[in-house]
């Protein structure tokens, strides 16, 4: 997934006026202002009650549905193998969110101020907060992708993590 597919994608929901926050590697370079590697997917955080619309957007640019773990995740991949990761968010009156979980009992949680902005290529784009990701990035075995991108964090935010 290049620096070129996420800004377009990007454009074509928010032309949608459709609301996503870039999470993962991608949402770690666009706090960063920079690609620091290359990545094979593109996650992103959705409203779930713009699923539909989410769908809509994508599937007319070609992608289809490839996984589906709902109520947690699902994702949609184009014929080319690009891969978008999606995680539908269940909003509540303070700006806060929730995501479904594997474990019910347990949902993933995202503060009001976890939704931040980052850029790439320059353009801004809506993204998760350093927090954020150091807090998605914990209760496994990281691997080289996930320690670079720790690293960033710690380098660029003096944030400390997990790994």
């Not at 474990?103 to 790439?120: D, H, L, M, N």
């Amino acid at each position: 997934m290049t620096a070129d597919d996420v800004l377009f994608v990007l454009t074509q929901l928010q032309r949608a006026k459709v609301d996503v926050w870039v999470g993962g590697g991608w949402g770690i370079d666009a706090l960063l202002g920079e690609q620091t590697r290359d990545h094979r997917d593109l996650d992103l955080m959705h409203r779930q009650d713009q699923e539909g619309a989410v769908l809509t957007v994508l599937s007319a640019e070609g992608f289809g549905e490839s996984l589906n773990w709902r109520p947690v995740r699902f994702v949609v991949t184009a014929p080319d193998g690009r891969e978008i990761d999606l995680h539908p968010l269940v909003f509540s009156d303070d700006g806060s969110a929730v995501q479904a979980s594997p474990e019910p009992q347990r949902p993933f949680i995202y503060p009001s101020a976890c939704f931040a902005t980052g850029s790439v290529q320059g353009a801004p784009v809506p993204c998760l907060s350093a927090e954020q990701q150091v807090y998605f990035h914990q209760g496994y075995e990281p691997s080289a992708r996930d320690r670079h991108d720790m690293a960033q964090l710690r380098r660029a935010f003096g944030i400390a993590t997990h790994f």
